[in-house]
Nanobody, 115 residues
Framework: QVQLVESGGGLVQAGGSLRLSCTAS??????MGWYRQSPGKERELVAV???????NYADSVKGRFTISRDNAKSMVYLQMNSLKLEDTAVYFC???????????WGQGTQVTISS
């Protein structure tokens, strides 16, 4: 059974930093990453990383967020710096199984940026 468990969300002032972590279990995962969703908006890509370390970022977070992963631990991280009010959202961990090619999601963690 595949499970993705996020941690690290919270409330921080604009300009501050947060680090999200996600532990995946139950499969071997190829692409892992983070998406986010704000009220009234569709879920959008934040950053993804392949097993080999190739990354892709949304333009809105380039230069501020850094994604990384530990394949041995099946963990993916998102270091978020210079946070802005518009980064407020529920952040979801994402992982694609290398066995079934199915996509899996975590339950989400709230990130709130205050002025």
């Amino acid at each position: 059974q595949v499970q993705l468990v996020e941690s690290g969300g919270g409330l921080v002032q604009a300009g501050g930093s947060l680090r999200l972590s996600c532990t995946a279990s139950g499969s071997i995962f190829t692409t892992m990453g983070w998406y986010r969703q704000s009220p009234g908006k569709e879920r959008e890509l934040v950053a993804v990383i392949t097993r080999g370390g190739t990354t892709n970022y949304a333009d809105s977070v380039k230069g501020r967020f850094t994604i990384s992963r530990d394949n041995a631990k099946s963990m993916v991280y998102l270091q978020m710096n210079s946070l802005k009010l518009e980064d407020t959202a529920v952040y979801f961990c994402y992982a694609r199984s290398g066995i079934s090619s199915r996509d899996f999601w975590g339950q989400g963690t709230q990130v709130t940026i205050s002025s």
